[in-house]
DNA sequence: TCAGAAGTTCGACGATCGTCAAACCAACGC
DNA sequence: GCGTTGGTTTGACGATCGTCGAACTTCTGA
């Protein structure tokens, strides 16, 4: 579990990036759920894929800049980088979460 | 120029899809050249890439349901869908368009 | 009538993506 | 120590994507 967590810094975010994160379902349900939910250890998010792709998407999430990974024992608590998301695209994950129809 | 010109309801506007489109350079550098603009004949944005590509971007957007497009002779006019977006996702496509950093 | 212009469509290509199983690693509990 | 648990990494796979040139269609203007 090597793991650099790496995110990037607030003034690195980029739009194209983020809307690409964004634009998978797996992930959207993440988004959602770290939304109502808070803080959540990684594997406690129910996704219907395996754990290697549950692993990929994180990945994908917090190299984005979506979301913050923190290490805890064999856990890893993640969350939504709200603030930062909101200081770099104001509106944007507001006008993502609001959505309701694809809760399906 | 067999064209169906096919775009979704606003009630059939999806989430996921929507940030697929947004969430590539080129198709972005439409979205802001047609949100500053106006509509746009489809030719006259600069975009570095072949004709068939930029065809390719357009049917994208406008299956995504972000943009409208008015066929008139051998042009195709085409416009942001800015109502249809903010009723079915509001705030998002505002959010998208003031991201200033991408410009480069 | 016919040449050209605006867009689309059709392969084809390399690259990226989402997915998985399997192997791996690091921490915890016994 | 040792098995277990939570998560990552590593290929590998098929599918999709962005790109192009070339052929095509449709309209326009001389």
Redesign the interface.
């Known amino acids: 579990m090597t793991a650099d967590l790496h995110e990037p810094a607030v003034e690195d975010l980029?739009?194209?990036?983020v809307?690409?994160a964004?634009?998978?379902?797996v992930r959207?349900t993440i988004v959602r759920c770290l939304a109502d939910e808070g803080e959540r250890a990684c594997g406690t998010v129910e996704l219907g894929v395996s754990k290697a792709t549950r692993s990929h998407h994180f990945k994908v999430l917090r190299e984005a800049g979506v979301t913050h990974t923190r290490a805890e024992g064999t856990h890893r608590h993640v969350s939504l980088r709200r603030d930062d998301l909101e200081r770099?695209?104001?509106?944007?994950l507001?006008?993502?979460l609001?959505?309701q129809?694809?809760a399906v």
Do not use: Y
């Open positions: 980029d739009l194209t990036t809307l690409q964004l634009g998978d379902p959207l770099r695209f104001p509106g944007l507001e006008a993502v609001q959505d129809h694809a």
